[in-house]
């Protein structure tokens, strides 16, 4: 087996174990942070099968600002770990049912006579993956393209919505009644009468 092949299989070791890490983790901050680390090992997965432009674009727009979002949108939402432990068990059956088809689905890939590491093809010196990736995605995966485009448009509001709900303990803010102060219902000028401070007592009074 040539280098290329070890590299293949020590990275997928890694996605593996950081994959099953993001979903074992009880802190949520841990399991941003080992989905940090399963996108590293995408991106050099990808760098294996000689797609620049993918790993270089999971890098930079996942790790670097897709996940520096999730990181404050958990911190944000407040997330009651407790609260959230007691109804586990609830839903293990679901969860039970949504694994099973998972494992089924893998067993499915690793049994296909295509699995292993796909050796690149020979390209032109004036091949361009950014390019050939364009073209594809605007003329035979157009739709599905902006599907994504609406699905995360609407994760997005809704986690806007989660960060702007009411809370006991916080202020909410409108802005539209923030624009209409003026000055007068900020500030207001108080004039007070001198007072004269009161003599010190004596110790012979």
């Known amino acids: 087996m040539e280098f290329t092949g070890y590299v293949f299989y020590i990275f997928s070791a890694i996605l593996l174990l950081a994959s099953l890490r ?15 680390l399963a996108f590293f090992t995408a991106a050099g997965l990808w ?23 999730f990181l404050f949108v958990v911190m944000m939402l407040d997330i009651n770990l407790e609260e959230i432990r007691k109804g586990f068990w609830g839903y293990l059956p679901a969860g039970a049912l949504v694994g099973g088809l998972m494992v089924v689905e893998m067993f499915m890939v690793l049994g296909g006579k295509d699995f292993g590491l796909a ?24 739709y599905p ?21 009411k809370r006991g303990d916080t ?35």
Request: hydrophobic fraction near 55%; glycine fraction near 2%.
């Open 22 to 36: 993001v979903i074992t983790a009880s802190n949520p901050i841990h399991a941003a942070l080992a989905l940090v």
């Open 47 to 69: 760098m294996l099968l000689e797609a620049e432009f993918l790993a270089i674009t999971l890098v930079l727009v996942y790790i670097g600002a897709v996940l520096v979002l």
């Open 119 to 142: 050796e690149p093809v020979a390209h032109a010196a004036d091949y361009s993956n950014t390019k050939e990736l364009g073209r594809l995605l605007y003329t035979e995966y157009v």
């Open 145 to 165: 393209f902006e599907l994504a485009a609406v699905l995360l448009l609407v994760a997005m509001v809704a986690a806007i919505a989660l960060t702007h709900r």
């Open 171 to 205: 202020k909410p803010l409108n802005p539209a009644e923030q624009v209409k102060v003026k000055k007068a219902d900020r500030l207001r000028m108080v004039n007070l009468k001198p007072q004269k401070p009161e003599a010190p007592k004596g110790d012979d009074e």
